[in-house]
């Protein structure tokens, strides 16, 4: 029943940005907080951002000031805006409901949206 699908991904120069957008369904994503977490090569999943039903953000420190999160609670989306990029921050990208200040992901993942930083 549940539906997550990023998009956006693609391949930028260091320093370059890049918008990903998710669309969910099957959730009551109006009362969910949503957040984005990203895996790269040879490394475990990372929790990226999120976004309270209320709007509040908090952000990994490897991403604070150059990543922003956002949301529309009428279409069932959630966004990244991605500024400054580095090519650390090359990963496949996948949003998801986030629960507690652990971060815990909910259990269904899209196939995520890759994004590749080269120097």
């Known amino acids: 029943q549940v539906r997550l699908v990023e998009s956006g991904g693609g391949l930028v120069q260091a320093g370059g940005s890049l918008r990903l957008s998710c669309t969910a369904s099957?959730?009551?994503?109006?009362?969910?907080?949503m957040g984005w977490y990203r895996q790269a090569p040879g490394k475990q999943r990372e929790w990226v951002a999120r976004?309270?039903?209320?709007?509040?953000?908090n952000y990994a420190d490897s991403v604070k000031g150059r990543f922003t999160i956002s949301r529309d609670n009428a279409k069932n989306m959630v966004y990244l805006q991605m500024n400054s990029l580095k090519p650390e921050d090359t990963a496949v990208y996948y949003c998801?409901?986030?629960?507690?200040?652990?971060?815990?992901?909910?259990?269904?993942w899209g196939q995520g949206t890759q994004v590749t930083v080269s120097s």
């Open positions: 998801n409901t986030v629960y507690g200040n652990n971060n815990v992901p909910g259990n269904y």
């Open positions: 099957g959730i009551h994503f109006s009362m969910s907080t």
């Open positions: 976004i309270t039903s209320g709007g509040i953000k």
